[in-house]
């Protein structure tokens, strides 16, 4: 009976996110519910594969295992720069600051070195091919729907940067919604380091899951864009797929250029984290003090959280926005205002946060369900937050110019279509757990 009840609130949730695309599309009429069909069953193939086909699960696990070592290999070189800082573990931002951003400089310059030898090329083609060939997706979509994957969604447009300037608005939106959608190579592993701590079988535990998810959002993604924004005017052929990547004129090139681009974009989410913890506590401390403290609100937060919430504060309010958004996606009742929290975290700031809060629960043992941290896994791995919406506008007119003014008026549909995807893909991951 249980398992019923877990299929059937499931289907609920992603019928619900299907109903919200089909009410927020521009032309209803026009959707290819074939391709939506073959992107679920896509999606489903995926999580089955993973989750319950033990052969798909050890190559999964092999991969995941790929990198859990990378930290390790990480750890050598933050060793003789930080000496016996990395050895301590006892606080989270320890972790973070001497463990896990060395892993984005680390993991950005590896993942130069396999461009550069051609290995990231394949499996971008692999996928890219499935997904023409499934969904009929014209070849620079399914292309840079595959690249999201692996890089990030700045660099995902670089591959097919030829065929941006000609692409129709449907196509811009699938574009812009994969990067939504999934999260790139180097804070891949970040979150692997400090979700998982520093044992390899949690970091194994959540390398599996953080690979799955943004796997199974690339197809997700694509039916949340085509629902929001149906092709009408298809421009490029479905063979269409030429990969352009620049990967260094030489092996030391990529290594240095892999390196100093990790290396910005860890000086950026260091900051990034921050400022945005610093402003989030700012703004919970004023609403605790000055809203909550003479009415009630404070006493009714912690009483409803069961000592969870502090008071009435910003992140409280969240939850409550996002908890019935967490009860369809299967999330049990006892955790729903805590994972409401964290949707609304990653979607307001960014998934960063919302990673950085759930490590820092478990560390205080404030552990959620097996099946609700599942359904956080899942949800939280992707892009979408409304800065995202400024970063790709930015990136991607400059590489095509001509598309500034499409892309400022598909940033709000690319950040909605990303975030039904993740949420897509979180049902269906609660469904198959």
């Not at 295992?65 to 050598?76: D, E, H």
């Amino acid at each position: 009976m249980g398992f019923l009840v877990t299929i059937l609130r499931g289907l609920l949730g992603i019928a619900f996110l299907l109903v919200v695309a089909w009410l927020l599309s521009n032309n209803r009429r026009a959707i290819n519910w074939r391709l939506v069909g073959a992107g679920l069953g896509l999606q489903l193939i995926f999580a089955l594969g993973v989750l319950r086909v033990p052969l798909v699960n050890r190559a999964f696990d092999a991969i995941a295992k790929f990198f859990v070592a990378i930290l390790g290999f990480t750890k050598a070189g933050s060793t003789f720069i930080f000496g016996n800082l990395i050895e301590r573990t006892d606080t989270f931002g320890y972790i973070f600051a001497f463990q896990v951003l060395p892993t984005v400089v680390f993991f950005s310059a590896l993942s130069a070195v396999l461009y550069y030898f051609g290995i990231l090329q394949r499996i971008i083609y692999g996928i890219s091919w499935a997904m023409s060939r499934t969904m009929g997706l014209s070849g620079p979509e399914s292309l840079a729907s595959a690249a999201n994957v692996f890089i990030g969604q700045t660099e995902a447009p670089l591959v097919i940067r030829p065929y941006i300037e000609r692409m129709t608005r449907s196509e811009l939106l699938c574009l812009m919604t994969g990067g939504m959608a999934t999260i790139a190579g180097g804070v891949f592993a970040a979150y692997v380091g400090f979700l998982g701590g520093d044992d390899p079988q949690q970091q194994l535990y959540f390398a599996r899951h953080l690979l799955t998810a943004s796997i199974m959002s690339a197809p997700a993604a694509v039916v949340a864009a085509k629902i929001l924004f149906p092709e009408t005017e298809r421009q490029h052929s479905e063979d269409e797929v030429k990969l352009e990547v620049e990967s260094g004129s030489n092996l030391l090139d990529a290594i240095a250029k892999g390196t100093t681009d990790g290396l910005r974009l860890a000086v950026n989410v260091g900051a990034m984290l921050l400022v945005f913890t610093a402003l989030i506590a700012m703004v919970n401390y004023i609403m605790v003090h000055f809203v909550g403290s003479w009415n009630g609100l404070n006493e009714w937060a912690v009483q409803l959280t069961q000592g969870r919430a502090e008071g009435f504060n910003f992140t409280f309010l969240l939850g409550m926005v996002f908890a019935p958004v967490a009860w369809l996606l299967g999330v049990p009742a006892a955790d729903i205002i805590t994972v409401g929290e964290l949707l609304g975290q990653k979607t307001v700031i960014n998934e960063f946060v919302a990673y950085s809060v759930l490590g820092k629960m478990q560390e205080a043992g404030l552990t959620l369900q097996p099946k609700s941290l599942i359904i956080a896994i899942y949800a939280l791995c992707g892009f979408s937050n409304f800065a995202s919406i400024g970063i790709q506008i930015g990136g991607i007119s400059a590489i095509a110019p001509g598309q500034r003014r499409a892309l400022t008026e598909l940033g709000l549909k690319s950040l909605i279509g990303g975030t039904i995807a993740c949420f897509l893909t979180a049902a269906l991951a609660g469904m198959i757990v």
